[in-house]
């Protein structure tokens, strides 16, 4: 299994960790857990959280 390469905050320079994150949308929420800088708190959402989870709890939701 491949190792997850280490993610920097361009801001803080420090590693990025990862934390559980509400989502919310439609009225509809879900948790991942996501890279997050300690220090100012930006977030990183990988490439395919968006176009895989993400879309896939859009998808479900616009459906209804």
Known sequence: MAEEPILICHKCQI???RIGLH???LNH???AEVPRCP???QVHLPENFVTG???K???ELEDK
Do not use: A
């Open 23 to 25: 989502f919310s949308y």
């Open 39 to 41: 220090n100012c708190g």
């Open 29 to 31: 929420s879900f948790q």
């Open 15 to 17: 590693p990025l960790t």
């Open 53 to 55: 989870r993400m879309r």
């Open 57 to 59: 709890v859009e998808w």
